[in-house]
Antibody, heavy 112, light 113 residues
């Protein structure tokens, strides 16, 4: 069974940093492109970042470019999202996403 | 960026009746190299993560009931439910993965009348 489990969310002050992790199981992690998608409270879905299977191709939404960094460790079946210079607009549930499977999400709240 | 526009915003439905959601893209989602149309449909049930219903225009994801179907071409797409059931309530999203940035429609909230 494919599973994607996010962790690392929480409350952070504006300007602060946070690192999300996504641990995968049930499939050959190293062969899949993976993405981060977020959902602000009561809002729709917004794609954030994508990383190809061997980290060769990386893409970011304009809204996070220069502040967020996506990475992966295929040996650990793990995906990461390093988030810097956070603002209230980054408050959202962050989902690890394989396009056909989603994690349960990790809530990031940016507030003073 | 490819803009995805969904209609309607809200859709009250009667169990047993059909329902349809439309999605329009600002650019063609047909990849002329491989012939596939990169349009997917997701359902987010209340309090849950989104789940894949339809991928690459018209292929049902594993475990998805056959009352769900996807159709369309180029820039105009539809998700059809042949007979709505109470468990189908939630917000439906279309998403294009033709190119980055991936973009979603704004969502259609389906609720029982």
């Amino acid at each position: 069974e494919v599973q994607l489990v996010e962790s690392g969310g929480g409350l952070v002050k504006p300007g602060g940093s946070l690192r999300l992790s996504c641990t995968a199981s049930g499939f050959t992690f190293s062969t899949y492109t993976l993405d981060w998608v977020r959902q602000a409270p009561g809002k729709g879905l917004e794609w954030v970042a994508s990383i190809s299977s061997s980290s060769t191709y990386i893409h970011y939404a304009d809204s996070v470019k220069g502040r967020f960094t996506v990475s992966r460790d295929n040996a650990k079946n793990s995906l990461y999202l390093q988030m810097n210079s956070l603002s209230a607009e980054d408050t959202a549930v962050y989902y690890c996403f394989r396009y056909d499977y989603w994690g349960q999400g990790s809530l990031v709240t940016v507030s003073s | 960026d490819i803009v995805m526009t969904q209609t309607p915003l809200s859709l009250p439905v009667t169990p047993g009746e059909p329902a349809s959601i439309s999605c329009r893209s600002s650019q063609s989602l047909l990849d002329r190299d491989d012939g596939d149309t990169y349009l997917d449909w997701y359902l987010q049930k209340p309090g849950q993560s989104p789940q894949l219903l339809i991928y690459t225009l018209s292929y049902r994801a594993s475990g998805v009931p056959d009352r769900f179907s996807g159709s369309g071409s180029d820039t105009d797409f539809s998700l059809n439910i042949s007979r709505v059931e109470a468990e189908d309530v939630g917000v439906y999203y279309c998403m294009q993965r033709m190119e980055y940035p991936l973009t979603f429609g704004g969502g259609t909230k389906v609720e029982i009348k």
